[in-house]
């Protein structure tokens, strides 16, 4: 399922986190209803500073990864060479390797990478669909649908790992075992993450949207096949929700 923001900082879903390290991975489902308006689609940071992670989309029409450490004094962005459109939805994936080292995919292309040294910021929050990094309510809120937000810690997701997800494959399918957060954006109200048990609380009204059908298959190209025991859980619990549905 996916929720849907309305361009308004007052709604929208957050709360708090810990740190996160890399390298780590972000992906995440997302549809708009226009390309000129620079748009947040999920971000990590301290409200009170000015350091953040943050995926977003940009109002040349692509989308961008960010890293700016606390202060100000360090920033980063990596674009996808690519363009995101207003009819269909887009799939976002970004990985954060090191201080310097970070690669951007839309829809599993598009590809592009920076290597400017930019040190880790402090991370006390998440915010999907808006940027909180500073006490104020927040800059650059979401106006349409994010679906299937998920992050993985201690890996950087390969490109055809990526490919794999942007085509339709289920992300609880690859490395559940790596996986830190997975909200399924499938109610109204707050989020809780499945593996993480971060929640994001609603403060306003975030809709509940249209379903994206994706697929429940094994991947074909990962470089390391995780153990049965983390497989196993996600694919009964996927099927318990199909039959209750």
Not at 137 to 147: D, K, L, R
Request: proline fraction near 6%.
């Amino acid at each position: 399922m996916a929720r849907v923001f309305d361009d308004n900082t007052a709604n929208r879903l957050g709360g708090a986190r810990g740190a996160i390290t890399e390298p780590f991975t972000v992906c995440l489902w997302f549809k708009v209803p226009n390309t000129n308006v620079a748009k947040t689609l999920i971000g990590f940071s301290d409200p009170g500073n000015s350091g953040y992670w943050r995926l977003s989309c940009h109002s040349d029409a692509k989308v961008r990864g960010q890293k700016q450490n606390n202060g100000g004094t360090q920033n980063t962005t990596v674009a996808s060479t690519t363009s995101y459109g207003t009819t269909a939805w887009h799939h976002i994936a970004v990985g954060f390797t090191s201080n310097t080292s970070r690669a951007i995919l839309l829809d599993g292309g598009g590809g592009h990478s920076t290597t400017t040294t930019v040190t880790d910021p402090t991370v006390s929050a998440v915010t999907v669909g808006l940027l909180r990094a500073t006490t104020a309510p927040g800059v650059q809120p979401m106006n349409g649908s994010i679906a299937y937000p998920r992050v993985w810690e201690g890996v950087t997701l390969t490109s055809p790992e990526i490919v794999e997800l942007a085509s339709g494959l289920h992300p609880d399918l690859m490395y559940p075992e790596l996986q830190v957060e997975a909200w399924e954006m499938n109610g109204v109200g707050s989020e809780q993450s499945l593996v993480g048990g971060t929640t994001i609380t609603e403060a306003g009204t975030v809709a509940l949207g249209e379903e994206i059908p994706l697929a429940m298959g094994w991947p074909q190209n990962i470089s390391h096949v995780p153990a049965a025991a983390t497989v196993i859980p996600v694919l009964h619990g996927y099927y318990q929700a199909m039959r209750a549905a």
